[in-house]
């Protein structure tokens, strides 16, 4: 009998044991599970707090633009942003422009406009060690001559700005770039209206210097819109631009502004039109190349890529519908498509082979 009992108590003491050990076991498994509960809690945490940061954000920036619009002009114009950094424009040889030399014209009283003139490379031996007035009377020698009009941001030291001058110079063209008022080394403060006077000063500059050579204005991306200003208000002097080249262009700047990709994350947003879209309109921030083209009478060419994702492909060919419906420019206007297949977007179309033979086709067609 009490050997019976004695096994009872060792059978219980043991079980008791097992059940110590198994609650010591669980503990063990929930003190480590703790840190991993906080670590993802944490994280968590800093995820939640960072997308409400991202919201106030998004939800201030229109407020923030209906209460002071300068700052949506300076968005539009992004004159500040003086890429690329650690360039001395006064020296474009350092970006292999070595037939380039680097100047300044006054449009008006206190505005000074900076301007590489880029002459053909079949005279780059020639250009070595000349200066601006050597480079004045180059304009006589009745190759074309292009006035390159860039887009918004940056410089004229831009990558595909370079590139491109490269090209046209390669192809037997003077090319002659200009950052407007208010951008990289030019003086003054900048606006729709003083971008179109820099743009048109230089066309009449030009025109003075070279005689029988004919000059086009060549705008690309917010520079479309600069082009047919100028073209325009010459025209409306009774000076006809020879020929006017649009890359990747809008209708206006409110439907640009629209379906651009910044504008496409503010579509959904209460208000978009009024905020962004009026707010541009307040900044007398228009651009209409619609309207423009409806009155010009200077040959145009429109060049645009199908995979555009700043301009969508759209802008172009309504843009070409209206002039072909113009009576100014009825049998005056060509398209070329780029296809997407290209990769060439926004920035990219100077990489394609034909451009030098479709812009020499365009000029001697018209000029």
Aim: proline share 4%; with cysteine.
């Amino acid at each position: 009998m009490r050997q019976r009992n004695t096994e009872k108590n060792q059978h219980r003491a043991s079980k008791r044991g097992k059940e110590s050990v198994s609650k010591a076991a669980d503990g063990g498994k929930e003190a480590s599970k703790a840190p991993k509960n906080e670590l993802q809690s944490g994280i968590l945490h800093r995820i939640r707090r960072f997308v409400l940061i991202l919201f106030i954000i998004y939800v201030t920036i229109p407020f923030l633009i209906c209460l002071f619009p300068v700052l949506l002009a300076k968005v539009v114009y992004l004159n500040n942003l003086r890429a690329p950094f650690f360039v001395d424009l006064q020296r474009p040889s350092e970006l292999l422009l070595n037939h380039t030399v680097n100047f300044y014209l006054s449009p008006e009283d206190g505005v000074s406009v900076g301007i590489w003139h880029t002459v053909p490379d079949s005279r780059w031996q020639e250009a070595h060690g000349k200066d601006q007035s050597w480079y004045e009377a180059a304009l006589t020698d009745n190759n074309p001559v292009i006035i390159y009009l860039h887009g918004n941001g940056g410089t004229r030291a831009v990558g595909h700005r370079v590139e491109l001058i490269k090209v046209l110079s390669a192809a037997g063209f003077h090319v002659l770039a200009l950052d407007y008022r208010g951008f990289a080394d030019s003086t003054g403060d900048t606006s729709e209206e003083g971008m179109t006077k820099d743009s048109a000063f230089l066309y009449e500059w030009v025109k003075a210097h070279s005689k029988n050579s004919p000059v086009c204005l060549w705008g690309h991306s917010l520079g479309t819109g600069v082009a047919t200003n100028a073209a325009k208000m010459l025209q409306e002097k009774g000076t006809l631009v020879n020929a006017v080249i649009l890359e990747a262009p809008y209708t206006n700047i409110r439907e640009e502004g629209a379906s651009h990709p910044f504008g496409q994350l503010y579509r959904i947003f209460p208000g978009f039109e009024y905020f962004f879209l009026d707010t541009m309109a307040i900044n007398n921030i228009v651009f209409p190349n619609d309207k423009n083209i409806e009155s010009m009478s200077s040959p145009l060419l429109i060049l645009h890529a199908e995979d555009d994702h700043v301009v969508p492909f759209e802008h172009g060919t309504k843009l070409y519908n209206i002039a072909q419906n113009s009576h100014t420019l009825r049998g005056k206007v060509k398209f070329v498509s780029f296809s997407a297949t290209l990769g060439y977007r926004h920035n990219n179309i100077y990489k394609d082979s034909r451009l030098p033979q479709i812009v020499r086709e365009f000029l001697s067609s018209v000029v």
